[in-house]
């Protein structure tokens, strides 16, 4: 747990040098077999720990003193290598910090490394990973997938967790990219209300859609850091202004909660064992109390993933047109070369073949002709989903449903897979990216070859009741296990 660990590091009871050196060895060891981490910043985190041990003596540590965190490989970090884990983008080295990077160090957190990530973002699976990037593997059985865009995140999470390293990783989600590898790999994943948390310092896969959050071993990891990387910042223009409450906990205010079940994700389910799984669990919370019934989301399901794939590819397409090799992205040779064919050539060699496909879809979607038919189209729908959820949170706390229809997948399965059959994975986690409300996963079943994972969602802004529901949770499987 992080408060025990912190109050250990500022008792001097941890030497973090020592401690340090420790979990940068199990890193290697790790990423040499399930390849979570595109970068490991072993000279910068020793010399950062140096530094929080320094203060941390002079009675000046930050309130976060020596946590480890590894950051997705989509957000910035100064001098190190950041490339969204696309070729394009290899060498490049930012010269500034992401704001959630800034607020983590200012607090004396300690950035040990970059975690592996679909190319932009652009997977549920994590095996759209760029060109000459490896495959991270599921820490529970290395033949199914972690689960994207975050895989790398929530796979070094676990395995960090089972050697009982305090650590939490800093990523981000657009359509289901937090949700589902802390689902698939049996972590906790928060995703905040959109805008509650900085987007400065993230290369953007679909403006309207992303979210920086958090995966971590349990639901009470989450709330320090959250305190930490959320509010308001001058430098992203979709920043919320509103101040994050802190004081008002479900825990202590509100016993007994009214519980909305979506009856269209319970009917989507695929695999038997996540029903069971989510049958138990609703049953214990009826046990304890709550008010629990179905509700409906009909415009969600029936339009949420073709409405979240025209808006994203459409802001991806823009996003990733200044990676033409001219001021952005790798170069080639411009000799006897018009402008189309060196910028054809740039994107053809260094694009993977997911990133081309959601190119030319968003570029198609936005083309004249057909923007008001889809593009725009899709805008509206996504507030009519917004609507749906709004209306359902007037009558209830929390919603809950699987965070996947699926058990994580081997990947021979998803080779097999199309391309629609892919996206419709999706189908669970798409509705509260679009409507842009805090929700999380929460594992609720696991064993030696998979974990499931449960889907709580909150109104907006209700982040931290939505973090101690999440506590409550936990806190009732400790009671039940002991």
């Given at each position: 747990m992080i408060a025990d660990y912190l109050s250990k590091v500022r008792q001097g009871q941890i030497d973090l040098k020592e401690f340090l050196h420790k979990v940068l060895d199990e890193c290697k060891n790790i990423d040499g077999k399930y390849h979570y981490l595109n970068f490991l910043c072993t000279e910068k985190a020793i010399g950062e720990a140096e530094s929080v041990s320094l203060s941390i003596k002079e009675k000046k540590s930050g309130?976060?003193?020596?946590?480890?965190?590894?950051?997705?490989?989509?957000?910035?970090?100064?001098?190190?290598?950041?490339?969204?884990?696309?070729?394009?983008?290899?060498?490049?080295?930012?010269?500034f910090d992401a704001t959630v990077v800034e607020r983590l160090r200012n607090e004396d957190a300690i950035i040990i490394g970059k975690t592996s990530c679909d190319e932009f973002g652009f997977g549920s699976f994590n095996t759209n990973v760029g060109i000459g990037f490896r495959i991270p593997k599921n820490p529970l059985d290395i033949e199914r997938v972690t689960g994207g865009s975050s895989g790398g995140s929530a796979g070094l999470t676990k395995a960090l967790s089972r050697k009982n390293i305090t650590h939490v990783s800093i990523c981000t989600s657009t359509g289901g990219s937090i949700e589902c590898p802390a689902s698939f790999c049996g972590v906790v994943g928060f995703c905040p209300t959109y805008g509650r948390v900085s987007r400065n310092g993230l290369i953007s896969y679909a403006n309207s859609l992303d979210k920086i959050g958090i995966t971590a071993p349990h639901a009470s990891d989450i709330k320090p850091v959250f305190e930490v990387i959320a509010g308001y910042d001058e430098r992203d223009s979709s920043s919320l202004k509103e101040p994050l409450d802190t004081s008002d906990t479900i825990l202590e205010h509100?016993?007994?909660?009214?519980?909305?079940?979506?009856?269209?994700?319970?009917?989507?389910?695929?695999d038997a064992h996540i029903k069971d799984a989510m049958d138990k669990t609703l049953e214990e919370l009826k046990v304890e109390g709550?008010?629990?019934?179905?509700?409906?989301?009909?415009?969600?399901f029936k339009y949420g993933v073709a409405t979240y794939y025209i808006i994203a590819t459409s802001e991806a397409s823009t996003n990733l047109s200044c990676l033409s090799g001219l001021r952005y992205g790798q170069e080639s040779s411009v000799k006897d070369k018009s402008f189309n064919e060196y910028f054809s050539e740039v994107r053809s060699q260094n694009f993977g073949l997911e990133s081309k496909r959601r190119i030319m879809l968003g570029t198609f979607a936005r083309m004249s002709g057909y923007r008001d038919a889809y593009y725009i189209k899709a805008t509206k729908?996504?507030?009519?989903?917004?609507?749906?959820?709004?209306?359902?949170?007037?009558?209830?706390?929390?919603?809950?449903?699987?965070?996947?229809?699926?058990?994580?997948?081997?990947?021979?399965?998803?080779?097999?897979?199309?391309?629609?059959?892919?996206?419709?994975?999706?189908?669970?986690?798409?509705?509260?990216?679009?409507?842009?409300?805090p929700h999380a996963t929460i594992p609720i079943h696991e064993n030696e070859k998979y974990s499931i994972g449960m889907m709580a969602m909150s109104d907006h802004l209700q982040d931290i009741m939505l973090l101690d529901f999440l506590c409550r949770l936990e806190a009732s499987d400790a009671k039940r296990d002991t």
């Open positions: 309130k976060l003193s020596g946590l480890l965190v590894s950051i997705k490989d989509i957000i910035c970090v100064k001098g190190i290598e950041s490339t969204a884990g696309s070729k394009i983008l290899k060498g490049y080295t930012p010269l509100k016993k007994k909660l009214r519980i909305g079940v979506i009856r269209e994700a319970m009917d989507a389910i695929i709550h008010f629990i019934e179905d509700v409906h989301l009909p415009k969600t729908i996504r507030t009519l989903i917004i609507d749906e959820y709004k209306r359902l949170f007037k009558k209830y706390d929390i919603l809950l449903s699987p965070t996947m229809p699926i058990l994580a997948p081997k990947f021979s399965d998803v080779k097999n897979m199309s391309a629609l059959e892919n996206y419709n994975m999706d189908v669970l986690t798409v509705g509260p990216n679009l409507a842009g409300i």
